[in-house]
Antibody, heavy 116, light 107 residues
Framework: EVQLVQSGAEVKKPGESLKISCKGSGYSFTSYWIGWVRQMPGKGLEWMGIIYPGDSDTRYSPSFQGQVTISADKSISTAYLQWSSLKASDTAMYYC?????????WGQGTLVTVSS | EIVMTQSPATLSVSPGERATLSCRASQSVSSNLAWYQQKPGQAPRLLIYGASTRATGIPARFSGSGSGTEFTLTISSLQSEDFAVYYCQQYNNWPYSFGQGTKLEIK
């Protein structure tokens, strides 16, 4: 069974750093891109970027380029999304999903709250 | 970037009736179009890919059509569990993009 399990909810202060994770199982993790999607409170879905764990090829949506870093450790079938300096506007639910043309399997989401 | 525009923003339909949701791309995406359903507090779920192919386990009452720039998701006979937000998404050109969503509510 294909599963993507994300790390738990986080509460952070502005300016702090954060790295959240997405662990894949039940399939060949290195053979599919992983996408990250943001959903701000009460809003729609936004593509952030994608990574191919096989060779760490990464692409970012223009709105998120330079704002976050996407990485992966194929040895433990885990993808990451990280911030070096969080802002209140980063408060959102973040989803990872397997990209097989479309996003066919999704993680449960990680809620990130940034508040002073 | 390709902009995806969904209409209407909100659709009110009675259970048992048919719902038709639209999605338009700012340039051709061929058939590289997916539809997702999202219920409150849940992650999105893939319904349709390739514009018209139902994902695994998706009931036959869900159907997708279209190509190029105009797409439609049809739910033939609405069940109570179908009331949710629906998103289209193109994967023809990076950056991939979602529409803003259509909320399907009970009339």
């Amino acid at each position: 069974e294909v599963q993507l399990v994300q790390s738990g909810a986080e509460v952070k202060k502005p300016g702090e750093s954060l790295k959240i994770s997405c662990k894949g199982s039940g399939y060949s993790f290195t053979s599919y891109w992983i996408g990250w999607v943001r959903q701000m409170p009460g809003k729609g879905l936004e593509w952030m970027g994608i990574i191919y764990p096989g060779d760490s090829d990464t692409r970012y949506s223009p709105s998120f380029q330079g704002q976050v870093t996407i990485s992966a450790d194929k040895s433990i079938s885990t993808a990451y999304l990280q911030w070096s300096s969080l802002k209140a506007s980063d408060t959102a639910m973040y989803y990872c999903a397997r990209l097989h043309s479309s996003l066919d399997y999704w993680g449960q989401g990680t809620l990130v709250t940034v508040s002073s | 970037e390709i902009v995806m525009t969904q209409s209407p923003a909100t659709l009110s339909v009675s259970p048992g009736e048919r719902a038709t949701l639209s999605c338009r791309a700012s340039q051709s995406v061929s058939s590289n179009l997916a539809w997702y359903q999202q219920k409150p507090g849940q992650a999105p779920r893939l319904l349709i890919y390739g514009a018209s192919t139902r994902a695994t386990g998706i009931p036959a009452r869900f159907s997708g059509s279209g190509s190029g720039t105009e797409f439609t998701l049809t739910i033939s006979s609405l069940q109570s569990e179908d009331f949710a937000v629906y998103y289209c998404q193109q994967y023809n050109n990076w950056p991939y993009s979602f529409g803003q969503g259509t909320k399907l509510e009970i009339k």
